[in-house]
């Protein structure tokens, strides 16, 4: 009898680390609905300014989760876009932090692979958990990034 109950509370050890880990990956997930809002609030932001913008959303992995295209932007917004959000993912900071290096003549940060060194790529974080970038493009870079932010700060506001 003594045996048994000791496989039950082994078994239910596991099990309840198996949630317990489930639950924290899913707590640091990005969902589909949230980058949808996220693209949705830089895409308003920026029509305020009459700014034709793409957006591009990725996960914590990098992989491309959600993708907006504005009317009116220029193709080579998209590519920018999800290369902006990937650096920004990747190196878990605004692509800006590049284009200030750059400016300051840190050129070695050019042949870093994934860098992107121009403003509009920003990491997205809930709850102080790294989860994924935003990247924006179809403005000027500043712009971009502005815009980028605006979505980003109503994380926090929702």
Do not use: C
């Amino acid at each position: 009898m003594f045996l048994f109950k000791k496989v039950n509370m082994t078994k239910l050890f596991f099990a309840m680390i198996f949630i317990m880990s489930s639950h924290a990956a899913y707590a640091r997930s990005l969902n589909l609905s949230t980058a949808r809002k996220l693209a949705d609030v830089a895409e308003s932001y920026g029509r305020t300014k009459n700014w034709a913008l793409s957006i591009a959303i990725v996960n914590e992995e990098g992989n491309l989760l959600y993708f907006q295209r504005g009317d009116n932007t220029y193709s080579g917004s998209i590519d920018a876009a999800i290369a902006k959000a990937k650096s920004a993912n990747a190196f878990q900071r605004p692509s800006s932090a590049f284009a200030q290096g750059i400016k300051e003549g840190r050129m070695g940060l050019l042949s870093v692979p994934g860098v992107v060194a121009i403003e509009g790529g920003v990491p997205i974080a809930i709850d102080g958990l790294h989860v994924g970038a935003i990247g924006v493009s179809g403005a000027k870079a500043t712009e971009d990034e502005e815009a980028a932010m605006a979505a980003v700060r109503s994380i926090k506001k929702s």
